[in-house]
């Protein structure tokens, strides 16, 4: 009897492990690891469901994967692979960098807007403008233009605008005034040109602001057709989207032209230190080629700046702390080199705020202006996590995924914690393939300093001078994704000045 009863425990608790071990260490009650591929429709259907919070759903699939990489499935084949691996990113963008260019597909579906400049072309077309542009971002006059630009932007025009409504109660979207900001700023460093879309008379850049924003939109708008010829059939007919499109590129383009073609014919010791300038050089260069590198430019340095900027005021409302700390890193600076509130920073300046730098790279790692960044690849490869890589699939990597993930940020991967980035107070930079905001290897961002840059001096202008209370702060903002990662309807806020006695 005693027999019967320990062989019924024994088989009970036997029972009992292996159920807790299904449970706990297998698949059992999990999420399916990957893209759910269905047949005949592929991951379609699970896109479909989640494309309207693609970043969130992607990064969870992404978490799920023992390798942090999944296949995504096009109706009857496989169509890519994402992948959130710092290994792969090191392979796709430095070491089998010749393999994964942009490809056909991005290059045809931008090309009536961006023509073949830097942004939209692969090969010696692309090494060319990258060999001038890398040289001249290297130089000691564009930094000084860039800083001459920033402080005229900042104290001209954006001081001022928070300034009155400070004093008038009036809400403002924040991150509409910085993309105006943004976009003042990288017209004048591309071809010396103020639009004057912040706070200036504006009539001269304002429908040119607008065409570019409709053009830079209506061609991201081609990469998210269910059908993917879609688009050529209404550009072929000329209709809808298609039609305001062109209508947009065309006013785009003879802005750009009538500008080019008046700077070519200026006399060669009249000309500035903005990168038009610069590339017209030798005077071999025709216009739309010149055309095609400032849009190019323009594009890359518009909306990526603002965007940053618009994520870390939200992050900041609820971060006292952070904000706290910045304040005290401005006052010993300030302290430091005796100068009041009002006076601007110069480069030196900017330079020693680590802490600022900390709070704005951790927003970058958890808000990332290009969030996804897609690749296509050449020739059949296997990624070093072992995942093969067919031919004309493409090939995404995921850096929002990236800014979340426990094998990379540890445990608190989801908390904004610009410590993380301080070693004894100094600002240690991260490995670029873990943290691939800017990109890396030979394609890598040529505008990152020039970003910071711009990024500091707002941030620290605006934080000494102003409160920014931001509506509905504890809620995280919809997202929205064209061609980068923008807050949806805007960053709606109110400012109270912290210090109305200041020199301006
Ligand atoms: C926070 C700000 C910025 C971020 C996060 C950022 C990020 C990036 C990324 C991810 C790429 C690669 C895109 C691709 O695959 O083609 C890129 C390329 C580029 N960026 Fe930036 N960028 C920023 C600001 C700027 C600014 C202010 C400029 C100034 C003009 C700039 C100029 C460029 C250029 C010219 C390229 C193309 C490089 C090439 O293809 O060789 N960026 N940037």
Same mark, same amino acid.
């Given at each position: 009897?005693?027999?019967?009863?320990?062989?019924?425990?024994?088989?009970?608790?036997?029972?009992?492990?292996?159920?807790?071990?299904?449970?706990?260490?297998?698949?059992?009650?999990?999420?399916?690891?990957?893209?759910?591929?269905?047949?005949?429709?592929?991951?379609?259907?699970?896109?479909?469901?989640?494309?309207?919070?693609?970043?969130?759903?992607?990064?969870?699939?992404?978490?799920?994967?023992?390798?942090?990489?999944?296949?995504?499935?096009?109706?009857?084949?496989?169509?890519?692979?994402?992948?959130?691996?710092?290994?792969?990113?090191?392979?796709?963008?430095?070491?089998?960098?010749?393999?994964?260019?942009?490809?056909?597909?991005?290059?045809?579906?931008?090309?009536?807007?961006?023509?073949?400049?830097?942004?939209?072309?692969?090969?010696?077309?692309?090494?060319?403008?990258?060999? $001038? /542009?890398?040289? !001249? *971002?290297?130089?000691k006059?564009?930094r000084n233009?860039v800083m001459? #630009?920033? @402080? +005229?932007?900042?104290?001209?025009?954006?001081?001022?605008?928070?300034?009155?409504?400070?004093?008038?109660?009036?809400?403002?979207?924040?991150?509409?005034?910085?993309?105006?900001?943004?976009?003042?700023?990288?017209?004048?460093?591309?071809?010396?040109?103020?639009?004057?879309?912040?706070?200036?008379?504006? $009539? /001269?850049?304002? !429908? *040119?602001?607008?065409?570019?924003?409709?053009?830079?939109?209506?061609? #991201?708008? @081609? +990469?998210?057709?269910?059908?993917?010829?879609?688009?050529?059939?209404?550009?072929?007919?000329?209709?809808?989207?298609?039609?305001?499109?062109?209508?947009?590129?065309?006013?785009?383009?003879?802005?750009?032209?009538?500008?080019?073609?008046?700077?070519?014919?200026?006399?060669?010791?009249?000309?500035?230190?903005?990168?038009?300038?610069? *590339?017209?050089?030798?005077?071999?260069?025709?216009?739309?080629?010149?055309?095609?590198?400032?849009?190019?430019?323009?594009?890359?340095?518009?909306?990526?700046?603002?965007?940053?900027?618009?994520?870390?005021?939200?992050?900041?409302?609820?971060?006292?702390?952070?904000?706290?700390?910045?304040?005290?890193?401005?006052?010993?600076?300030?302290?430091?080199?005796?100068?009041?509130?009002?006076?601007?920073y110069s480069f030196e300046e900017l330079r020693?705020?680590?802490?600022?730098?900390?709070?704005?790279?951790?927003?970058?790692?958890?808000?990332?202006?290009?969030?996804?960044?897609?690749?296509?690849?050449?020739?059949?490869?296997?990624?070093?996590?072992?995942?093969?890589?067919?031919?004309?699939?493409?090939?995404?990597?995921?850096?929002?995924?990236?800014?979340?993930?426990?094998?990379?940020?540890?445990?608190?991967?989801?908390?904004?914690?610009?410590?993380?980035?301080?070693?004894?107070?100094?600002?240690?930079?991260?490995?670029?393939?873990?943290?691939?905001?800017?990109?890396?290897?030979?394609?890598?961002?040529?505008?990152?300093?020039?970003?910071?840059i711009?990024?500091?001096?707002?941030?620290?202008?605006?934080?000494?001078?102003?409160?920014?209370?931001?509506?509905?702060?504890?809620?995280?903002?919809?997202?929205?994704?064209?061609?980068?990662?923008?807050?949806?309807?805007?960053?709606?806020?109110?400012?109270?000045?912290?210090?109305?006695?200041?020199?301006?």
């Amino acid at each position: 009897m005693e027999m019967l009863l320990s062989l019924q425990s024994f088989i009970f608790i036997s029972l009992l492990s292996l159920y807790l071990y299904l449970y706990f260490f297998t698949s059992y009650k999990r999420p399916a690891v990957g893209f759910k591929n269905y047949p005949v429709v592929g991951s379609l259907p699970g896109y479909l469901r989640n494309r309207h919070r693609f970043l969130d759903w992607s990064t969870e699939t992404l978490k799920h994967c023992p390798t942090g990489t999944a296949i995504f499935y096009r109706p009857g084949k496989i169509h890519g692979v994402i992948t959130a691996n710092p290994a792969n990113v090191e392979h796709i963008l430095k070491t089998n960098f010749e393999n994964y260019p942009k490809g056909q597909r991005f290059v045809t579906l931008l090309e009536d807007f961006l023509g073949r400049g830097i942004f939209n072309s692969d090969g010696e077309l692309w090494k060319v403008q990258r060999k $001038t /542009a890398s040289y !001249e *971002f290297n130089t000691k006059s564009l930094r000084n233009f860039v800083m001459d #630009s920033v @402080r +005229f932007e900042t104290l001209s025009r954006l001081v001022p605008i928070l300034t009155k409504a400070s004093r008038t109660g009036l809400a403002l979207d924040l991150q509409d005034i910085l993309e105006r900001y943004a976009f003042d700023n990288i017209c004048k460093v591309a071809f010396n040109f103020d639009p004057g879309c912040l706070g200036g008379d504006g $009539t /001269a850049g304002s !429908e *040119f602001m607008r065409a570019f924003e409709d053009a830079a939109t209506l061609s #991201s708008g @081609r +990469f998210r057709y269910a059908f993917r010829r879609m688009w050529s059939v209404k550009k072929f007919f000329d209709i809808g989207s298609e039609r305001k499109l062109k209508n947009s590129i065309a006013i785009v383009h003879e802005f750009a032209n009538n500008i080019i073609r008046s700077r070519m014919e200026e006399k060669t010791e009249n000309m500035e230190d903005d990168l038009l300038s610069r *590339f017209i050089g030798n005077g071999k260069n025709s216009t739309e080629f010149l055309r095609d590198i400032v849009i190019s430019f323009i594009l890359a340095g518009r909306d990526t700046t603002s965007s940053a900027l618009s994520w870390f005021f939200w992050l900041l409302a609820s971060h006292p702390k952070v904000e706290q700390n910045i304040l005290k890193e401005l006052e010993s600076i300030r302290a430091r080199n005796g100068r009041s509130v009002g006076a601007t920073y110069s480069f030196e300046e900017l330079r020693d705020m680590h802490y600022l730098h900390a709070a704005l790279s951790e927003t970058l790692r958890l808000y990332p202006p290009v969030p996804v960044d897609s690749k296509a690849c050449r020739n059949d490869d296997v990624l070093p996590d072992g995942t093969f890589v067919g031919k004309d699939w493409f090939v995404t990597y995921h850096a929002y995924a990236m800014g979340r993930m426990e094998s990379i940020w540890g445990e608190n991967c989801n908390e904004y914690l610009p410590e993380r980035w301080l070693e004894d107070g100094i600002y240690r930079s991260e490995n670029v393939f873990r943290f691939p905001v800017f990109h890396a290897g030979p394609r890598m961002c040529l505008g990152k300093d020039m970003a910071y840059i711009q990024m500091k001096s707002i941030a620290a202008s605006v934080i000494e001078r102003f409160a920014v209370d931001v509506q509905h702060k504890d809620t995280c903002p919809e997202k929205v994704l064209s061609l980068t990662l923008r807050i949806k309807d805007g960053l709606h806020v109110r400012v109270r000045e912290r210090c109305p006695g200041a020199v301006d």
